[in-house]
Antibody
Framework: QVQLQESGPGLVKPSQTLSLTCTVS??????????WSWIRQPAGKGLEWIGR???????NYNPSLKSRVTISVDTSKNQFSLKLSSVTAADTAVYYC??????????WGQGTLVTVSS | EIVLTQSPATLSLSPGERATLSCGAS???????LAWYQQKPGLAPRLLIY???SRATGIPDRFRGSGSGTDFTLTISRLEPEDFAVYYC?????????FGQGTKVEIK
């Protein structure tokens, strides 16, 4: 059974960079035709797709965030990561990592709340 | 970007009743690449339906997805107590992937 777990600071100051890591267990991040994705959800609101990465390093980003987002993968650690620069209060949200299989997201992490505040 | 509009925003029903949730797309969703997710408070979304009508592993057959093009529907034939939650549609026919704003199914 594949499991994903997000980790990283729960509090980030405005204008700084948000950094999160997703650790995949129960299977190799390199096996299969999977993309590895990040999604976020502000409190009481809907879901926003941030972007995804393939284990080759190929990435796709939401144009609304593209200038500030970097997603990377470390296959040796079975992890992938999210960096979001120049954060503001509008970036406060629960951040989820997930596995994408042919487009749909079949396994999700439990989510981690990141608050942007001074 | 494809905008997904879900209706109604809230559905108030009793256990045992039938729930019909709609998801409309601003342009045709390629190859019916549409998924439905269920989310309960404090938990991550759970995949229910992919490719518009295929149930994900372990999903009971009371959940049925249908539709194509710009109009999609999730039907829950008889609501069980555990089905009261928020439901999201998501398209993956084009980038960026987008989600609807959600439909809350609440106990009447």
């Amino acid at each position: 059974q594949v499991q994903l777990q997000e980790s990283g600071p729960g509090l980030v100051k405005p204008s700084q960079t948000l950094s999160l890591t997703c650790t995949v267990s129960g299977g190799s991040i390199s096996s299969g035709s999977y993309y590895w994705s990040w999604i976020r959800q502000p409190a009481g609101k809907g879901l926003e797709w941030i972007g995804r990465i393939y284990t080759s390093g190929s990435t796709n980003y939401n144009p609304s965030l593209k200038s500030r987002v970097t997603i990377s993968v470390d296959t040796s650690k079975n992890q992938f990561s999210l960096k979001l620069s120049s954060v503001t209060a509008a970036d406060t949200a629960v951040y989820y990592c997930a596995r994408e299989i042919y487009g749909d997201l079949d396994y999700w992490g439990q989510g981690t709340l990141v608050t942007v505040s001074s | 970007e494809i905008v997904l509009t879900q209706s109604p925003a809230t559905l108030s029903l009793s256990p045992g009743e039938r729930a019909t949730l709609s998801c409309g797309a601003s342009q045709s969703v390629s190859s019916s690449y549409l998924a439905w997710y269920q989310q309960k408070p404090g938990l991550a979304p759970r995949l229910l339906i992919y490719d518009a009508s295929s149930r994900a592993t372990g999903i009971p057959d009371r959940f049925r997805g249908s539709g194509s093009g710009t109009d999609f529907t999730l039907t829950i034939s008889r609501l069980e107590p555990e089905d009261f939650a928020v439901y999201y549609c998501q398209q993956y026919g084009s980038s960026p992937r987008t989600f609807g704003q959600g439909t809350k199914v609440e106990i009447k």
